[in-house]
């Protein structure tokens, strides 16, 4: 089957929490699982469905449906990251500024009662008990791979912890060991956050297969994921792995079977299932799975009726929500004139190239970069995406890759070189014949150096993807005045920001749950 279909019943077998004490650890459980899996241990797989379905999905009866307190359409995993990761940062800006959107997509006057901030920092800790309870029974029934599943699920833990790590810096630490504890737990630091992550990939990698179904967690999902932990290391930490951010971004390359896809498009496209570049997806299909928060956020989020062809797209909905800015179109040079698949990707007509209020439509390119129809063109329109989000994918492993080994080894070498031109090649973008190439200058940083431009080839492949404030903040071009792009500040021209901005606020919710949180500094 080309999508996991989610069995509406298994949401009786797992623990509920109330969002405003997301941090106390007691289950309250409707059906015993352990019963449950005792009696037809082939459940397993919808109950895995479930948890994978966590990151992208708002509850198990559709889109008006919700796991948590907050709301169905705006709180789901995925759009939590897309609004966190990209539109506080340069390419992406959302006009609808409802209720704490404007301070995002501005990155100005940040503060713990907005509620996009609560959205993700409780769809984590929705995350992470599910994983922790789950984890607690395995050990006490006898299901098909068992081993392997209890390494899929350390994974899924593991990866909303990062989102912990990368967005708010700390928290509360749960495992399966602290299932019955009703007292409130200890803040945990960022850097004890990022040691049990790594033991626990680390972990994990020997044990998880090389290979598994599509959707499914595998050995490079788990490498992808040490990859990240220590590209941003110094930024987590404190103490840069750059090393150890480059053998296991090989890793991937090396020994995980991938290929890039030589259709760009198809990584964005609905029949993106079938990608030879795609690691390790978040499903979605129009009827089987259908969200506000997986990519119809972005599909729908990004068309406008008014001036353009729904059905070129295969949407049936356009929100006239999300425009690039010149921070991203402006890395491709002349539009009219490239031959960068990834630089056609916008469109222009109607609009302004300047983004002067980006409160109005017209102001900004809108991306299309993610359809809801096949690479070829085909399909038929729906309200719902049917294209999944590549949430790891080979190409950010070449270029993880080559800014490991230029950070590592103070210069480019022959095989970074290659990396990069296998992307731009795909892309049909002119090949470099050095990196950096002669006589360039960043557009980002003003600088003439490898890394550089390093920075400018992940925003041309990788933007809209849930990687860019991270790749800022690990190059210093976040906060602060190192660069300035529209609207950052809150002015249309852009300004500093100050460094705190490189953690977001602890929710006041969850402040109020757990008198051992502390607010970041600065809020």
């Not at 990859?227 to 930024?235: G, Q, R």
């Not at 002015?491 to 949180?517: C, E, H, M, Q, R």
Request: proline content about 4%.
């Amino acid at each position: 089957m080309k999508k996991i279909k989610l069995t509406s019943f298994i949401i009786f077998a797992f623990i509920t929490f109330s969002c405003v004490n997301e941090l106390d650890t007691e289950p309250k459980v409707e059906l015993s699982l352990q019963e449950l899996l005792q009696k037809d241990p082939e459940a397993i797989t919808g109950i895995m469905s479930k948890l994978y379905g966590s990151f992208a999905l708002s509850g198990p009866n559709g889109a008006g449906s919700s796991d948590i307190s907050d709301d169905p359409g705006e709180s789901p995993f995925l759009r939590g990251i897309l609004n966190l990761q990209d539109f506080t940062a340069d390419a992406m800006k959302n006009r609808w500024g409802d209720d704490g959107l404007d301070q995002l997509t501005t990155t100005s006057q940040w503060d713990s009662n907005n509620k996009f901030f609560r959205y993700l920092y409780n769809r984590v800790y929705y995350t992470v008990p599910q994983c922790n309870n789950l984890l607690a029974i395995l050990n006490n029934v006898d299901i098909p791979n068992k081993d392997q599943t209890i390494s899929e699920v350390r994974f899924l833990r593991s990866l909303a912890y990062y989102y912990m790590i990368d967005c708010f810096g700390k928290g509360v630490l749960l495992t399966e060991d602290d299932l019955g504890t009703t007292t409130p737990l200890p803040q945990a630091s960022r850097l004890e956050l990022f040691n049990f992550v790594e033991s626990e990939l680390l972990d994990v990698e020997n044990k998880i297969s090389l290979t598994n179904s599509y959707g499914k967690a595998n050995k490079s999902a788990v490498r992808m994921l040490l990859a990240k932990l220590y590209l941003n290391s110094e930024v987590y930490t404190g103490t840069p792995r750059w090393n150890d951010a480059f053998i296991y971004s090989e890793k991937v390359i090396n020994e995980g079977g991938y290929s890039l896809e030589s259709n760009f498009r198809k990584n964005f496209s609905s029949d993106n299932n079938t990608s030879s570049e795609i690691i390790y997806p978040l499903i979605a299909d129009a009827l089987n799975s259908q969200s506000f928060g997986n990519t119809t956020y972005i599909v729908n989020g990004s068309l406008n009726s008014a001036n353009m062809s729904l059905n070129d797209y295969g949407a049936l909905q356009g929100w006239a929500g999300h425009r690039s800015s010149k921070a991203w179109y402006g890395l491709f040079g002349d539009l009219s004139s490239t031959t960068d698949v990834r630089g056609q990707l916008f469109w222009q007509t109607g609009q302004t190239y300047e983004m002067t209020d980006y409160k109005e439509w017209t102001n900004g390119f809108p991306s299309v970069k993610f359809t809801n129809l096949n690479s070829d063109g085909t399909g038929i329109s729906t309200d719902f995406s049917s294209t999944d989000f590549p949430l790891f994918r080979l190409a950010d492993a070449y270029l993880m890759s080559a800014e490991a080994q230029i950070r590592k080894d103070g210069s480019a070498n022959s095989q970074s070189l290659g990396y990069v031109n296998l992307i731009r090649n795909r892309a049909n973008a002119t090949p470099i014949t050095s990196l950096p190439p002669s006589g360039y200058t960043s557009h980002v940083l003003g600088t003439s150096d490898a890394l550089s431009y390093i920075l400018d080839e992940r925003a041309r492949e990788l933007n809209f993807e849930g990687h860019r404030r991270s790749d800022l903040i690990r190059f210093n071009a976040f906060t602060g005045s190192n660069y300035i792009w529209p609207w950052k500040g809150g002015v249309v021209d852009g300004t500093s920001i100050p460094n705190t901005y490189k953690l977001f606020p602890i929710p006041a919710t969850a402040l109020d749950a757990n008198p051992n949180l502390t607010q970041n500094p600065g809020y």
